[in-house]
């Protein structure tokens, strides 16, 4: 059984470049567009990793690894 990340991204071309790299290197990759998405994603489901970016729109990185 593959480990699962979750790559967290507003932008589109950066979380898909990082799905392809987690992929490739044997992981299995979960996707969220924005922090709310991550928060719901990591309700329901366990992570080995959890990839973020820091910058995003509705909710930063930062403030979304504090509430996880």
């Known amino acids: 059984m593959k480990l699962k990340i979750l790559v967290v991204d507003d932008q589109t071309i950066a979380r ?13 990759a979960d996707i969220a567009c924005n922090g709310s998405e991550a928060l719901a994603q990591v309700m329901t ?15 930063t990185g930062a403030v979304c690894t504090a509430k996880i």
């Open 45 to 59: 489901h366990r992570y080995a990793l959890i990839l973020m970016d820091f910058n995003m729109p509705d909710m």
């Open 16 to 28: 898909m470049g990082t799905v392809f790299i987690v992929e490739d290197i044997g992981f299995k």
